[in-house]
């Protein structure tokens, strides 16, 4: 399964589907000014992202694997 438009990204760690709702460079500058300790964690990254509607996270079952390939890989 391949993604079907550019909208459309995972993350590196985890596979998790997701749409930004803002440039990469806002999104960096939230995460940057998140706590450390709140920075330790890509789950709470991603949650904060997604309670500050940076992103929208899709409850949809498509992940990717490691290397980015949707659906996973046999040697995942």
Same mark, same amino acid.
Do not use: W
């Given at each position: 399964?391949?993604?079907?438009?550019?909208?459309?990204?995972?993350?590196?760690?985890?596979?998790?589907?997701?749409?930004?709702?803002?440039?990469?460079?806002?999104? %960096?500058?939230? +995460?940057?000014?998140?706590? #450390?300790?709140?920075?330790?964690?890509?789950?709470?990254?991603?949650?904060?992202?997604?309670?500050?509607?940076?992103?929208?996270?899709? %409850?949809?079952? +498509?992940?990717?694997?490691? #290397?980015?390939?949707?659906?996973?890989?046999?040697?995942?």
């Amino acid at each position: 399964m391949e993604p079907t438009d550019q909208n459309e990204h995972y993350a590196r760690h985890g596979g998790v589907h997701f749409t930004p709702n803002a440039s990469p460079e806002a999104i %960096n500058r939230f +995460v940057n000014r998140l706590p #450390e300790e709140r920075r330790d964690s890509f789950y709470e990254v991603i949650k904060e992202l997604s309670e500050a509607n940076l992103i929208t996270l899709h %409850n949809d079952g +498509v992940l990717a694997d490691g #290397e980015g390939k949707v659906g996973g890989s046999d040697d995942c």
